[in-house]
């Protein structure tokens, strides 16, 4: 499923597009995804007013106009892809949005998304920092300059293993299972451990290598729209080397340990068992 560095690539690509200039249409092809799409909403709050700000709230790309704010979410397998033609050629099309380009032609912004877990939602601005979807949320990892801080702070009292209190988006967002088991293994850290027995030190490696992982994986996306799906039609991650992730009984890179793999929470863990303490 696409993760935080898929929708920050994806965000920029959008933002490049769109800032500055103004949806003047919206077709919708189907009327709900996994929620409904309130259409006529988004038309009025989005659609014949420039576009202010595109911008990424965790896994949320967030479109604002003075009036409203489109929020868009990838789902299992959505993605955004951009076109000159009106007429989608990609199947499970579900909205197509024109947008007039520098040169005043039109192109396309169409929202593809077979599963169809992903959202298309519109709300008035003022009602946007309030959003159910996102007033809980955790800090962003990228932006966090103390983040270590706030996860030491954040963990004290918590017995849950370290790799799951990571990947609660009410402590940080944007830690995927991948970049959850990659983090901790660069940082030397157990996923099983309790979060409550992670030392204010090895927050620092973990805040660290988490903010590594994920600006490699931006990177290794590029910022154009770029089709990151696998053969079989799903969307994939962006390619980072992965030194413990899918290698159960490799030999661990730093020690020559056979890579362990358990479930935790029923999320895939892999760890080096003389590495990770
Ligand atoms: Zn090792």
């Given amino acids: 499923m696409p993760e935080l560095p898929e929708v920050e690539c994806l965000t920029r690509a959008v933002q490049e597009v769109l800032e500055g200039r103004t949806i003047s249409a919206a077709t919708f092809h ?71 380009d520098q040169e005043k032609k039109s192109l396309y912004l169409h929202f593809v998304d077979p599963r169809r877990f992903g959202c298309i939602l519109a709300v008035p601005r003022k009602e946007l920092q309030d959003h159910p979807l996102l007033y809980k949320l955790g800090p962003e990892p990228l932006d966090k300059e103390d983040l270590a801080e706030h996860l030491w702070e954040r963990s004290r009292g918590k017995s ?46 973990i805040a660290d ?39 159960e009984g490799d030999d661990c890179g730093d020690c020559t340990s056979p890579i362990k793999h358990k479930k935790i929470g029923g999320r895939a863990t892999f760890y080096c068992p003389s590495c990770q303490i």
């Fill in 209 to 247: 290598e988490i903010q590594a992982v994920l600006a490699e994986a931006i990177i290794a996306g590029g910022t154009s729209f770029r089709d990151y799906r696998h053969a079989d039609g799903e969307p994939g991650y962006f390619e980072l080397s992965l030194k413990v992730y899918g290698r």
């Fill in 160 to 205: 849950v293993a370290v790799k799951n209190f990571l990947m609660d988006a009410h402590n940080v967002v944007g830690v995927g299972n991948i970049y959850a088991n990659e983090s901790l293994f660069r940082a030397g850290v157990r996923p099983t451990r309790p979060a409550s027995r992670v030392k204010r030190l090895e927050w620092t490696k």
């Fill in 30 to 100: 189907r009327q709900d995804l996994r929620w409904p799409i309130p259409t006529k909403e988004f038309v009025e709050l989005l659609v014949g007013s420039p576009v202010l700000k595109v911008s990424r709230r965790s896994k949320y790309m967030l479109v604002e106009t003075k009036k409203g704010a489109g929020i868009f979410h990838l789902g299992m397998s959505g993605n955004i892809l951009m076109s000159q033609e009106e007429e989608p050629s990609w199947k499970h099309t579900h909205a197509s949005f024109r947008v007039l």
